[in-house]
């Protein structure tokens, strides 16, 4: 009996030490500077499969790149160089389009440098987040929303 429980108690151990891990990293990345909640769609990192589904996880932007990771990361997240975002086509989410971002989220579309075309959702209070570092709502559609330019 005390055999079976030391073997049972080790992998429990371990397990709720990962948990522990994933949990607090978690929120960092919740924590951190300029994160919203959203998910991706079409986002050339992810599985063939997977670029049909919502992913949801925390985005942020750093200058014109766009940092996603999902909400239990224990890698570094997709970091994408955004060539434009279309700020006029930002739009409000089909019925039942994407969950878990609130009651009213909005869709943003967003040209990678790499030509691909992605899909971002978030709430609509992270509105301006979305729209990239400049957040302006003037910003002509496919025209970069970024202020400076990618090297």
Same mark, same amino acid.
């Given at each position: 009996?005390?055999? $079976? ?9 371990? $397990? ?11 929120? !960092? ?5 300029? /994160?919203?909640? *959203? ?6 990192? +992810?599985?063939? !499969? ?20 999902? %909400? ?5 997240? *997709? ?8 700020? +006029?086509?930002?739009?409000?989410? +089909?019925?039942?389009?994407?969950? !878990? ?6 869709? /943003?579309?967003?040209?990678?440098? %790499? ?7 978030? *709430?609509?209070?992270?509105?301006? !987040?979305?729209?990239?570092? %400049? ?8 025209? %970069?929303? $970024? ?5």
């Amino acid at each position: 009996m005390a055999l $079976t429980l030391t073997w049972l108690s080790i992998p429990l151990w371990i $397990t709720s030490g990962v948990l522990g891990v994933m949990l607090v990293r978690r929120q !960092r990345i919740a924590r951190e500077s300029g /994160a919203f909640a *959203c998910a991706v769609r079409g986002h050339p990192r +992810l599985r063939a !499969r997977a670029r049909r589904e919502w992913h949801w996880g925390y985005g942020r932007w750093a200058s014109d790149v766009f940092v996603f990771q999902t %909400s239990f990361a224990v890698y570094h997240g *997709c970091v994408t160089p955004i060539a434009s975002v279309d700020v +006029l086509g930002i739009r409000p989410a +089909l019925s039942g389009e994407v969950g !878990r971002l609130g009651t009213t989220p909005v869709v /943003a579309r967003m040209l990678t440098a %790499s030509g691909d075309l992605i899909e971002v959702a978030a *709430c609509s209070q992270d509105r301006r !987040r979305l729209a990239g570092p %400049s957040g302006e709502y003037g910003v002509r559609a496919g025209a %970069s929303a $970024t202020t400076t330019p990618h090297d």
